[in-house]
């Protein structure tokens, strides 16, 4: 009896070892590791640039007037089509008219008495030459006929000056375009002081629209001309437009002048993008929510950045597997049963998610990207990313905020 006791106690002490074992342990088959695999395949890499334009006309001119006056007249309104040369409007010419005449008046009467100095003067000089008259007289003809002449050259420009300003109460357009803005009424006096009044404001041709972009100056080393860029606007919020970066306007952010702009500590720069309007849905004016591809390659073999980070080592591979390394600042990993073989590889461009692969792998080749401790046994290298369950290597990166998950004690 006493001996059946002793084997009891031993064999419950082994059960509650064994199960404290397990029960802290977890069970074997949690411990396997598991391999998230990629195929290497071709695809598009870009990265981008973000920013916030305005839809303008590639060529608009604001029509005004040099004279000051009474809008008399007026031929265009919004959205009328005119014609290089056309009339727009007149102003009142009552006045204009008067001036012209005052100053033909003065002109006259100048050249008059230009012609007479002139002749005075030549008449003079011919008694000057044969010393029929002092040089006191001679001296006095000649300043006469001096002070007639800049006389009538004033006159001259002066009624040249009026007959312009009179041309100028017919307004023209200088474009071939589309009135985009009418500024006066018939009626409305227009007063040409310091700066040119603005009449009307033409657009030449509104098929072809160009978005001025404000990027700032941490992207703008970035830009350059010819890379490809796409825009929204509220108006047609499910719409995509196409454009490519024609110009990028540089200048001195302390000035206001220039094609920086300064607000407070901001700087930006204006980035022009050329936007075909076929179909005349861009208006000017509108805005544009522009994104500049600063990389951008099409159809290239890439791999996600994760397998260029994959290392093959304790905790992650088992005493039986084998580890082929090579040499290379850059190289992916494949694995066949127990062996993993890495492989160099020459990359390009990356745009924080996937990395171009140049050489080094063909197309189809599946690459490690993580490994998982505590998978289901059931699960198989050929798992996707993210797919697995259990607890992530400690030695692994993950995406940020992404947690480890907490073991079974």
Known sequence: MKTKKIILIAVAVAVVVGGGIWFFTGSPAKHKVTYASATVSKGDISNSVTATGTIEPVIEVEVGTQVSGIIDKIYADYNSVVTKGQLIAEMDRVTLQSELASQQATYDGAKAEFEYQKKNYERSKGLHDKSLISDTDYEQSLYNYQKAKSAFDSSKASLAKAERNLSYATITSPIDGVVISRDVEAGQTVASGFETPTLFTIAADLTQMQVVADVDEADIGGIEEGQRASFTVDAYPNDVFD?????????????SSSASSSTSTVVTYEVVISAPNPDLKLKPRLTANVTIFILDKKDVLSVPNRALRFTPEAPLI?????????????KVWTREGTTFTAHPVKIGISNGISTEIISGVAEGTKVITEATIGAMPDENMNREPGQGNGERSPFMPGPPGNNKKKSNK
């Open 318 to 330: 088992g005493k039986n597997d084998i580890v082929k390394d090579c040499e290379g600042e850059h």
């Open 243 to 255: 454009g490519v970066v024609t110009q990028i306007r540089l200048g001195d952010a302390s000035s």
